[in-house]
């Protein structure tokens, strides 16, 4: 597998940028470089060791941190690419293990190497009996999503042979592993929830459709997936399977930079994206929802995410990137809209609510001129609950779909020749150097 491209694609641009030290009037010259498509960047790696300087860049606004070629994101223009592909295009035609294979491998399959792929993940759905034993040490009412992060983690204790970062093979396995296993975990957080017996995965179903079984079949009654649903959990799959260098996925980087084993930083991607700034919005979303209950509260609501004292936000709300409609957001409003047909939910209170929402709040001045739009979160929450899913498996459910962007930027990182560890610096800002004063002197 090869997913170096962009390393090598990135090419220096003819223009560099000047820095000029006011008070010395010392001058620098940074090399711009540029991607295939999209703003260009200033090379800082060596401002340290020429200025003395660090850059100053809290929650990474304006820094690259690596080079990729796996997802494009245009923010003003509202346009996400999976390896050149448009999501729309991916999320209509295409399904989950294709777009799987594409993250993971660069480009679309033949229907050869989709079908060799299809059986490798297929083959690889059951864990270790053991970690069925695993689950027991959890309380019941346990969070999925803190489940998730303990036993996605453990896997590492499991799959030893899979665990050598430096081979090739060893790295394919464990992604594959990842992406088969990741379902099966995510039912069994389900089921042990509500006390069920975990129902093993089934070699004659689709990914989604294994999915649904595994989360709704018992041992006394087989669960007949609706198409209609399962078509939606595809397109979620596909819409939440990658998005550049997030929260999650930056820690994904980060934690494997070390050279820790790729189940260790799936884990840490984990509880990352748990957080309601990130994945877990589409969980805050539906609560949210429900708390404002009625299209006459909405008013009231939208002044409390304006006011600048108090912490509530529209949550599904924004974007650190798209300046625009999220366009997975828009797919996700077209689906929303078929499962409800479907299920003869068209008059849901919570789809009324939530459209009256948007409506009032893409025409409200403050979301207006700070071009917060609705996110890929805001819809996927009602179509999880119309589906029967409850509200705390949201999260669990991107995490599922998330896995393989993690797993496939993780093998970019590992394969990238100017990779190193992960390691920023800081502005000081506490103490200077003082000296230790023994206890009794203390006053
Ligand atoms: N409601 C009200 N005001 C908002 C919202 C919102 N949802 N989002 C941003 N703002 C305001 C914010 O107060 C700030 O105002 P000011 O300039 O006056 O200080 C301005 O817009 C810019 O916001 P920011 O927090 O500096 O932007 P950010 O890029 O750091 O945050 C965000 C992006 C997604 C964390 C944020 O928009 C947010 O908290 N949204 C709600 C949570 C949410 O829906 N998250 C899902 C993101 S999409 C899926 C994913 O990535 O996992």
């Known amino acids: 597998m090869s997913t170096t491209k962009s390393v090598e694609l990135a090419t220096p641009a003819a223009e560099t940028f000047t820095l000029t030290e006011n008070s010395t009037g010392r001058t620098f010259e940074l090399p711009v470089i540029k991607g295939t498509t999209g703003p260009n960047v200033i090379d800082v790696r060596k401002l340290y060791a020429e200025t003395g300087c660090f850059t100053y860049d809290p929650g990474f606004t304006s820094t690259g941190s690596c080079a990729s070629g796996i997802t494009y994101i245009d923010g003003d223009a509202g346009i996400l690419l999976y390896r050149g592909y448009p999501i729309e295009e991916l999320a209509e035609q295409s399904d989950y293990m294709e777009v799987c294979y594409l993250l993971l491998y660069g480009d679309l399959p033949s229907v050869e190497e989709k079908e060799k792929f299809r059986r490798d993940i297929t083959y690889h759905t059951m864990v270790n009996e053991?970690?069925?034993?695993?689950?027991?040490?959890?309380?019941?009412?346990?969070?999925?999503?803190?489940?998730?992060?303990?036993?996605?983690?453990?896997?590492?204790?499991?799959?030893h042979d899979?665990?050598?970062?430096?081979?090739?093979?060893?790295?394919?396995?464990?992604?594959?592993?990842?992406?088969?296993?990741?379902?099966?975990?995510?039912?069994?957080?389900?089921?042990?929830?509500?006390?069920?017996?975990?129902?093993?995965?089934?070699?004659?179903?689709?990914?989604?459709?294994?999915?649904?079984?595994?989360?709704?079949?018992?041992?006394?009654e087989s669960y007949?997936?609706?198409?209609?649903?399962?078509?939606?959990?595809?397109?979620?799959?596909?819409?939440?399977?990658?998005?550049?260098?997030?929260?999650?996925?930056?820690?994904?980087?980060l934690a494997g930079s070390s050279g820790a084993n790729p189940f260790a930083c799936i884990a840490a991607g984990i509880a990352s994206l748990w957080g309601p700034a990130h994945g877990g919005a589409n969980e805050a979303v539906l609560n949210m929802l429900e708390e404002i209950g009625s299209k006459h509260h909405i008013p009231e609501y939208i002044k409390r995410?304006?006011?600048?004292?108090?912490?509530?936000?529209?949550?599904?709300?924004?974007?650190?990137?798209?300046?625009?409609?999220?366009?997975?957001?828009?797919?996700?409003?077209?689906?929303?809209?078929?499962?409800?047909?479907?299920?003869?939910?068209?008059?849901?209170?919570?789809?009324?609510?939530?459209?009256?929402?948007?409506?009032?709040?893409?025409?409200?001045?403050?979301?207006?001129?700070?071009?917060?739009?609705?996110?890929?979160?805001?819809?996927?929450?009602?179509?999880?609950?119309?589906?029967?899913?409850?509200?705390?498996?949201?999260?669990?459910?991107?995490?599922?779909?998330?896995?393989?962007?993690?797993?496939?930027?993780?093998?970019?990182?590992?394969?990238?020749?100017?990779?190193?560890?992960?390691?920023?610096?800081?502005?000081?800002?506490?103490?200077?150097?003082?000296?230790?004063?023994?206890i009794d002197q203390r006053g």
């Open 224 to 253: 007949d997936v609706n198409p209609v649903l399962a078509r939606a959990l595809r397109r979620i799959l596909i819409l939440h399977a990658d998005h550049e260098q997030n929260a999650s996925t930056s820690t994904v980087r």
């Open 130 to 159: 053991q970690i069925t034993y695993f689950f027991r040490g959890f309380r019941r009412d346990s969070h999925p999503m803190a489940v998730m992060c303990g036993v996605v983690g453990a896997l590492s204790a499991f799959y």
């Open 305 to 438: 995410a304006k006011d600048k004292d108090d912490p509530f936000r529209l949550m599904g709300f924004g974007h650190r990137v798209y300046k625009n409609y999220d366009p997975r957001a828009k797919v996700m409003q077209k689906t929303c809209h078929e499962v409800l047909d479907e299920l003869g939910m068209k008059d849901e209170a919570l789809l009324e609510l939530a459209m009256e929402l948007e409506r009032i709040a893409l025409e409200d001045e403050y979301f207006v001129e700070k071009k917060l739009y609705p996110n890929v979160d805001f819809y996927s929450g009602i179509i999880f609950r119309a589906m029967g899913i409850p509200t705390s498996m949201f999260t669990v459910l991107f995490a599922v779909a998330r896995t393989v962007g993690w797993v496939a930027q993780w093998n970019e990182m590992v394969e990238d020749p100017l990779q190193k560890i992960g390691r920023p610096r800081q502005l000081y800002t506490g103490e200077t150097q003082r000296r230790y004063t023994p």
């Open 162 to 220: 899979s665990t050598d970062i430096t081979d090739p093979h060893h790295r394919m396995v464990a992604s594959h592993r990842l992406i088969a296993k990741m379902p099966t975990i995510a039912a069994m957080t389900y089921k042990y929830s509500l006390g069920q017996p975990f129902m093993y995965p089934r070699n004659d179903l689709k990914y989604s459709e294994n999915l649904l079984h595994m989360m709704y079949a018992t041992p006394c």
